[in-house]
């Protein structure tokens, strides 16, 4: 059974680029959400999908957006990047939105140059 | 808004001794609370989830408690191991929050030969 997947692994872009970065969730789940940890602290919930929408959202600016597909999978699109959004983001898989355990991927390392 | 401490922040024990990480959190209004370890640059390993109407977890050598009144959650390791070493998480769920889990800052544990 394969956990939660993430692609790539470590991306390298600079400031006023965009980025995608990809989530599979965990076989059985349906709802994924996204967290950026930076240095040293605690991952930060940047939002959640279930059923292709948007269900809750963080204190994170428009710039970052994403989708879920059909299938469950997940992108998260940072816009207009800045020197402040490096950072581990980390997609996290549960079944339904409220309560489950959730499972984490190994996350995508971003710098921004 | 919720808000989840950890302390200690670092933490360096001899091999086979127990010892006790601790998570408090300022909003007992929690749904779940959750322990995860986290390998440095690796993403989050789910260790134990207290859901808010039980007092405690076990898995192993691991024991997770939780008291809601006073807003704390201990996260108890019987005879540390050097492969115990890495960063602990606690993260709480807020009723009505969904899935959307705070998280504290860690503790970095240390568990030498």
Known sequence: ?113 | KQEVTQIPAALSVPEGENLVLNCSFTDSAIYNLQWFRQDPGKGLTSLLLIQSSQREQTSGRLNASLDKSSGRSTLYIAASQPGDSATYLCAAALTGGGNKLTFGTGTQLKVEL
């Not at chain 1, 991952?43 to 059909?70: A, V």
Request: aromatic share 12%; glycine share 10%; with cysteine.
């Open chain 1, 1 to 113: 059974d394969a956990g939660v997947t993430q692609s790539p692994t470590h991306l390298i872009k600079t400031r006023g680029q965009q980025v995608t970065l990809r989530c599979s969730p965990k076989s059985g789940h349906d709802t994924v959400s996204w967290y950026q940890q930076a240095l040293g602290q605690g991952p930060q919930f940047i939002f959640q999908y279930y059923e292709e929408e948007e269900r809750q959202r963080g204190n994170f600016p428009d710039r970052f957006s994403g989708h879920q597909f059909p299938n469950y999978s997940s992108e998260l699109n940072v816009n207009a990047l800045l020197l402040g959004d490096s950072a581990l983001y980390l997609c996290a898989s549960s079944r339904g939105t409220v309560g489950s355990t959730q499972y984490f991927g190994p996350g995508t390392r971003l710098t921004v140059l």
